[in-house]
């Protein structure tokens, strides 16, 4: 289901900017094999011309990755009100702009420094903040479906040769893969999903979110925030994530390949309808 | 290869933090089962009292992690002039107390809020900052030797149940392991393989750096000033990775598996004995 939005204008100026370059490699035997290796490249964001961070990302999809994460932030919030998102990547950066007043933001890129740090640490205080008033559909799930759905996503790596991508991410409805992405890391993966939803106002509650990363306290509060209410991993839990689904209500899938998984919160959401493991 | 360094006092107080957590859930049979899940935590990083950051974090080594982030940030240099590093779960926090001048440390944190942001950007600018001073050994590698270390890495995994560990890293020497880590992120694995060997004063210029991800330009870095002249990975490298391992004159062999990789830099480095494929 998805809701009309003003949505804003987004200008991508020198966009030649290749996801991936052609190098020379030797295999085990000696041999020499081209290869095609994914492009990494620092992505500076501004918000109203103010620089917030710089972002090191794969570069498929800046527009949403600026707009996920200044959200998953807190930095902005009305969709509505972003202007525009420009991408130059010959400057290496992406300007959003928007009219919400965001007077806040130095106060904000303060406190950050000393709760959360700089580079590499979550923002675990607030972080959490506003989780109370998150409320998520009922899903509705069967033991097929999830079968299906996995079949899918393996048969997905095979063709775009994701089997490296260790950080891969995804937006799954019924069996179906709506939107993937992987990136340098699980934060850029899931911010650029949380704002291609927000950026297309795609509706979260119908939907399943599919990582290869662990299911962590960040990475369930980051799909509770994109209204999604089943998390669905190759990997495992932290006791700490699985306590934020349980008080979410989050149906918690983990140890998902083939036609196995464990099912660690909301198993009640789940019909056995006894496909053959 | 160790020297002699002077350490510093650990002290762990408050240390009943485990590391797992027994729970139950449900299979794809609708059968319950008991099952160990990992606990993440926060923990506050003080240095000198001035708080820098709270990493979400597995929390199995903390005072390593602690050294290592601090080392790989740039805010301390001299592991001689650590007096002792503090933890105590009960505050979720450890302190590194130094003789260091660390007065340089509020000006860092400032910079760091526009360069890089916090909570997930990689510090770029200042990242590559001294990179042109490292001096990495040749190392000395054979084909054999890398298919035996392989081996190795494949049934420690299944010994210790990693197979969830998308973020693992791991120090090695010729095939065998000397530390393994996993953690929520691959920064904090690599920060706590960092800290670990600067606080025990081990050389890394003979050593492997193992990790199951990909090979991108922050874990270069990370490496190349660990003193590390080989990257091994499971995954793939980045273009950004490659560049900065031509230029370090790291080793670095990627899609790593089994009897298969592939050699980006350095393949001249290795002798390619003619172990059968």
Redesign the interface.
């Known amino acids: 289901m998805t809701t009309t939005v003003k949505r804003p204008r987004l200008t991508r100026t020198h966009a030649e900017a290749p996801l991936t370059?052609a190098?020379t490699?030797?295999?085990?035997?000696?041999q020499i094999?081209e290869?095609q290796?994914?492009?990494?490249?620092?992505l500076t964001?501004y918000l109203n011309w103010q620089?917030?961070?710089?972002?090191?990302t794969?570069g498929a999809r800046p527009e949403a990755l600026a707009l996920g994460?200044l959200k998953n932030?807190g930095f902005i919030s009305d969709i509505e009100r972003v202007e525009s998102v420009i991408v130059d990547w010959e400057v290496n950066s992406a300007a959003v702009i928007t009219k919400e007043d965001v007077s806040h933001v130095e106060k904000k890129?303060?406190e950050?420094?000393?709760?959360?740090?700089?580079?590499?640490?979550?923002?675990?205080?607030s972080f959490t903040a506003g989780i109370d008033d998150i409320r998520l559909p009922t899903p509705s799930l069967t033991?097929s479906g999830?079968y299906a759905l996995l079949k899918n996503l393996s048969q997905y790596n095979d063709t775009y040769k994701n089997a490296?991508a260790?950080?891969g991410c995804g937006i799954c409805e019924g069996d179906r893969i709506l939107s993937f992405v992987e990136d340098?890391?699980?934060?850029?993966a899931v911010?650029t999903l949380a704002g291609e939803m927000w950026l297309e106002g795609i509706d979260g509650g119908d939907k399943i979110f599919y990582t290869?990363?662990?299911l962590?306290?960040?990475m369930v509060i980051k799909v509770a925030k994109m209204g999604i209410p089943v998390l669905l991993s190759r990997?495992?839990?932290?006791?700490?994530?699985?306590s934020l689904a349980t008080q979410l209500g989050i149906t918690m899938i983990?140890?998902a390949k083939g036609?196995?998984?464990?099912?660690?919160h909301g198993?009640e959401t789940?019909e056995?309808d006894g496909a053959e493991?």
Chains 1, 2 share one sequence.
């Open positions: 370059i190098v490699a030797v295999d085990e035997k000696g094999q290869k290796i994914a492009c990494e490249r620092p964001l620089p917030i961070v710089t972002l090191m794969l994460y932030q890129l303060e950050k420094t000393v709760t959360s740090g700089c580079g590499q640490g979550t923002v675990f205080g033991q999830i490296g260790v950080h340098v890391g699980r934060h850029n911010d290869t990363g662990r962590t306290s960040e990997s495992g839990v932290t006791e700490m994530g699985l983990a140890r036609r196995h998984f464990l099912v660690y198993a789940i056995f493991a």
